[in-house]
């Protein structure tokens, strides 16, 4: 053993505010109200927020405070909480993309790990309930010749028409 001493690094999440068209980068704002949570995917929701998925847990932020700490606040399973800790996991999500597909209607994509094929599972709300997966897509059996797998799929909300949306 050298002695040396392990630093230990936080992740923290942040907001980044641009200027249209050119994309200037006018300032990035560092959120503590999540702690080290990483939430991602974002879903405007039908009330005025965004829905934040972090894995089953859900926060929600008003629209046009996605930089205010104080306004996000936490799904603990029957009610919003000011504080990340109390956040639990939605049951039956599985979800790893999610939009909203129109009123009272979200939808989440997802790929089990080395599966070949995608899934998705609907709710009224993006905190549930959620229903189970129905298989949207697969890849083809490459049989013998090795893993094929997908991966990360993202649905495409803008791409819908005549409720067909495209996968990504």
């Known amino acids: 053993s050298s ?8 992740a923290n ?21 999540p702690g080290t949570d990483d939430f991602s995917p974002l879903v405007k929701g039908d009330d005025g927020y965004y829905y934040v998925y972090n894995g089953g847990n859900v926060a929600r932020v008003p629209v046009g405070q996605l930089a205010t700490n104080s306004a996000w ?8 909480v000011t504080d990340h800790t109390h956040n639990v996991a939605i049951p039956n999500f599985q979800g790893w993309s999610v939009t ?3 009123t009272s209607n979200y939808c ?7 599966s070949l094929n995608i899934y998705a599972q ?4 993006p905190m549930g309930p959620w229903g189970g997966g129905i298989v949207i897509a697969s890849g083809p059996n490459q049989g013998g010749e090795g893993i094929q797998t ?17 996968i990504g």
């Not at 980044?16 to 109200?33: E, Q, Y």
């Open 73 to 80: 606040t936490y799904w603990n399973g029957t009610a919003w």
């Open 13 to 33: 999440m942040a907001v980044a505010t641009l200027s249209l068209p050119g994309l200037t980068l006018d300032s990035i704002t560092k959120l503590s109200s």
């Open 108 to 114: 989440a994509v997802y790929s089990p790990v080395l």
């Open 150 to 166: 997908v991966y990360m799929p993202n649905i495409c909300a803008g791409t819908g028409s005549n409720g067909i949306y495209t």
């Open 100 to 102: 909203r597909l129109g």
């Open 3 to 10: 002695g040396g001493s392990a630093a230990a690094v936080a």
């Open 122 to 125: 609907f709710a009224p709300t």
